[in-house]
Structures are given as C-alpha cells and as structure tokens.
C-alpha cells in the first residue's frame, strides 16, 4: 500500500530484484539483481549545482582540505580556500571546480550559474544524480568557457535531438564518460553534440562491438577504450579512418589480434593515419603477427604492450623488447622506455643474424638478383629485406654463430592433453626442443589416428597461469614458443 519509488544500484548485489513484485513487471532493470522498491522519504532526490559548489567551497570549513581529481588526463589539486589566493576564494573567478559526490541533480534556476560561476574551464561532476544529457546541458550551456568535463559514475538518458545540445557544449575539448553504462552506438548518437572534442574517455563500460563515425568525433586526437569486453580486433578497424586520432588507449580489452588487410606485409595502411601512441596493456596478445600488423601503421612511434603472453614468449623480456623494436621500424618508445639509436641498431643486427639461416631457408640469398624469399617468410618478417638493404645480407660465419632463438636440443617433458575428448588421457613423452611443430603433429598422428591437418593445438604454462597461448606454425620448433620442460600441450580436432 502507499507510493514507492523503484530504483537500480550501481552495485547489483545491493538489489533484490528485476523491478517486478507478486508476478507484475513495474520496470526492467539491466541486471536480475540490481532492482529494489523504496520508500520515497529515503530517497535523495539531489540538489542544485551551485547549491553543491557553495557547500564544496564557502560554507565547509576548507582550511586544511585537499582533493585531488582527474579530467581525462588532467590531474587537479582543489586546496582549501584560506590557503590559496582571495582570486580563488571567489565564486566568480573560479576556473577549476570538483563536485564529485555532491549530490547534483539539476541545474537550478535559469542563468544563476552563468551569473556566479561564468569563469570554470575544467569541471568535475562525477558520482552525482544526473539522470540525463538534458540536464548536464542545462549546467553546461551557461559556462561557456568550459573546455574539460568529467561525468563518471552518472547514468545519462539519451536526449531525442542531441544536435539540439550542441550550443551547450560548444567549446568542451575533453570529456570522460567512464563507467557510465554507455554503449559505443550511444556515444554516436550523442557525439553531434560535441562538435570540437578532442579527447573521449570511454573505460569501464559496456562496449564490445565498434562502428564507424561518419561526420562525428573527426576532431578527436585520443579515444581510451580501455576495460571494455570488445569482441575481437576486427573491431578496430571501424575507427580506422578517424583522421586526426593520435593516442589509442587499448588496455584490458580482451585483444587477441588486429589485422589490417587493405595492404601486404612492408606496406603502410592507409587506417590510423595520424595514430602516434598505442597502448595494449593487459591483453591476450601471444603471436608475433600482431606486432607485424603494427609495422602497417605509417605513424606509429610510441607502443605499450606489458602484461601479455608475448612479452614473456622469450627467454627474458628483454629479448621480447628487442624484436619489437626490430620489427616496427619507427618505434621511438617502447613500454615507457625510449629507443636509444644504439639500441635499434643492435636489436636489427640481432634480428638478421637469428632469422638468416631461416632466410637462406625460404629462398633468400647474399646476392640481391637470386634473393627470392617465400611469401610465407614475408609474412612473418616482413621487415627482413629492410635491414638487408639497412646492413648488407648476413654472412656465412655469423649464421653459423648463432641459432634461431638460440635453440637448444634438450629434451623437453611434455604432456600431451586431450581436453575435448578424454580428461584422463593424458600422454607424457620428452621431445627435443628443436623439433618442429609439424614433426610433433606427425607424431599424434601416430599416437590419436588423426590427420596433423585437423589438429589445433595450445599450451599452458605454470608461469602463465589461466592462458593458453595457440601454436599456429607449424614450420617453427617448440622453444620458438618457449614451451618449457614439464609444460603441458592440449589437442584438439573435430
């Protein structure tokens, strides 16, 4: 009996049900658990934005008070009033304000704002009560110096005309939307009303598929789509021809891959033109391929690729470091650390001399009119003819000094796991180190009386502990993918 007010947490574990009772369906919240019904004399219903500001900054006592907060990349220490200069201390000069957890829900009266707070250029109003992009447009159409704008934590409705906004936020350059629930469809259907952003933070939402801006979001130099579950790297190529994109943040997205199929291996695509910084930290990053496919950006100067299965592939991580900067050629800093001349230079001449023999192998030779590598060699290394021309093609005596990857014969314990089909089986046999992945699915050829061709093999490793990295050429032997003695192979087929 009597009025209740249904209401969705933030935190499904604090809810109780999908906004239905007794069989009825009063709304539909997004997760089975995250609705509730409340009484409304427990409800807090907000304040106005300057009611919040005037409490933030003139009524508290902020002799010994500081806060800090970010607005995209900024990073900005309120201090207390008494403590800085009476141009601060006043409302009407104010150009940096945080409100973040003030309770703001609207606007207030018309033009007060404007009238009191006309000067503030960065603006923090994360964690309040904004229920809309009308009602953030209501604040914001009235600072028309606001350049940066941090909405975290607020769960905005769509408005129906968003172009009909574009006043309200006509200089805003920055803006972070994270954690905001927001789908990228979402983001296209708002981003008419930001016609010069520069800078979108898009972490900790809801965004697995990607589609392209068409006459939006052309003036952005950096997307950060970082702790958002994207499908696959495909994905990636939806954005590829924002034209002034300069910094891609990609960590914790579950990438795996990225190709960049309009060019061959050594040519530069024609996607990314402008991309200068990539990060893909955290990722399931495991095949050389990926960092080949990076050599096709024409810009790329400055990568970040820690915490992924390739970066400890090798025997040490610095020799992982190496071959990346071997393969992209214009890479200038490398997981925050620069690339000196020096060495680039010993990464490249390394990388010839391990990668010779397997040159000389697929159809290279020291003389440039015989010098014909396969298409498959390529593809894997596509830079190889570059430092060729760079340093001259490797002689017979430095092939001889080192091996590819400086293999070496030991016998290896494998277990052999067949996942798919009998847990219990399991085939434990110690194999050379150097034995070529083809050879070893001839040998289960013999032992499960299946063709090598419909195997897929993975392994997994007790130094990688919950990923399985794919074995995906069968031309290279077992340590090319640091497979360890006691590490275990999973077989698969149909």
Same mark, same amino acid.
């Given at each position: ?10 935190? =499904? ?6 906004? $239905?009772?007794?069989?009825?369906? *009063? ?21 106005? @934005?300057?009611?919040? #500001? ?7 006592? /902020? ?5 800090? @907060? ?10 207390? @009033? ?69 909405? &975290? ?17 006509? /200089? ?5 939307? /994270? ?15 930001? =016609?010069?952003?520069?800078?979108? *933070? ?28 994207? !499908?696959?790297?495909?994905?990636? %190529? ?5 034209? &002034?994109? /300069? ?12 190709? @960049?199929?309009? #060019? ?26 990926? #960092? ?11 990568? $970040? ?21 071997? %393969? ?44 014909? =590598? ?57 194999? =050379? ?22 195997? %897929? ?9 919950? %990923? ?19 590490? !275990? ?6």
């Amino acid at each position: 009996a009597g009025l209740w007010l249904g209401v969705e947490w933030d935190n =499904p574990e604090r809810g109780k049900h999908d906004g $239905s009772n007794e069989g009825i369906q *009063y709304f539909k919240s997004s997760h089975p658990t995250s609705a509730s019904f409340i009484r409304p004399k427990k409800a807090n219903f907000g304040v106005h @934005f300057l009611t919040a #500001v005037k409490r933030r900054y003139e009524l508290e006592d /902020n002799q010994d008070k500081t806060e800090k @907060f970010t607005v995209g990349k900024t990073e900005v220490q309120m201090v207390g @009033f008494q403590s800085v200069s009476e141009k601060q201390s006043q409302l009407h000069n104010l150009e940096v304000v945080s409100v973040k957890g003030s309770d703001v829900s609207c606007a207030g009266q018309d033009n007060e704002i404007q009238q009191t707070t006309p000067n503030i250029v960065l603006l923090n109003l994360s964690e309040n009560l904004l229920s809309s992009w009308d009602r953030v447009a209501d604040i914001t159409r009235q600072l028309t110096k606001l350049k940066a704008l941090e909405l &975290r934590g607020n769960r905005l409705r769509i408005p129906a005309n968003p172009s009909s906004l574009t006043h309200a936020f006509a /200089n805003l350059k920055e803006l972070a939307l /994270n954690k905001t629930g927001v789908n990228w469809s979402e983001v296209l259907e708002c981003a008419p009303m930001w =016609p010069v952003l520069e800078e979108l *933070y898009l972490s900790d939402n809801r965004i697995t598929d990607l589609q392209e801006p068409v006459a939006v979001l052309q003036s952005l130099t950096l997307l950060d789509l970082s702790n958002n579950p994207l !499908s696959d790297g495909e994905q990636l %190529k939806k954005i590829g021809h924002l034209p &002034r994109l /300069n910094k891609l943040l990609l960590t914790n997205t579950r990438l795996r891959s990225v190709h @960049f199929d309009d #060019v061959g291996p050594g040519c530069k695509t024609a996607m990314f033109p402008s991309l200068e910084f990539l990060a893909v930290d955290n990722n399931s990053i495991s095949q050389w391929s990926f #960092v080949n496919e990076l050599e096709k950006l024409q810009s790329l100067q400055k990568l $970040s690729c820690l915490n992924n299965p390739l970066m400890s592939s090798e025997r040490n991580a610095e020799t992982a470091q190496q071959l990346i900067v071997a %393969k992209i050629g214009n890479l200038q800093v490398l997981n925050k650390s620069n690339i000196l001349p020096d060495e680039r230079r010993g990464a490249e001449l390394d990388y010839r001399k391990i990668f010779g023999k397997e040159w000389l192998e697929a159809g290279g030779h020291q003389d440039p009119e015989k010098n014909r =590598p396969s298409e498959a060699f390529t593809a894997q290394h596509p830079r190889y003819q570059i430092l060729i021309e760079k340093y001259g093609a490797p002689e017979d005596g430095e092939l001889k000094e080192q091996q590819p990857f400086a293999l070496k014969n030991q016998l290896l314990t494998i277990t052999f796991k067949c996942p798919d089909r009998d847990e219990k089986k399991h085939i434990e046999k110690k194999l =050379p180190g150097s034995m070529t992945i083809q050879k070893v699915k001839g040998l289960l050829y013999r032992l499960l009386k299946v063709p090598g061709s419909e195997l %897929k093999l993975t392994y997994t490793s007790s130094k990688m502990e919950g %990923k399985e990295i794919e074995i995906d050429n069968d031309l290279k032997p077992l340590q090319f993918y640091s497979i360890e003695d006691g590490d !275990s192979v999973l077989v698969r087929w149909s």
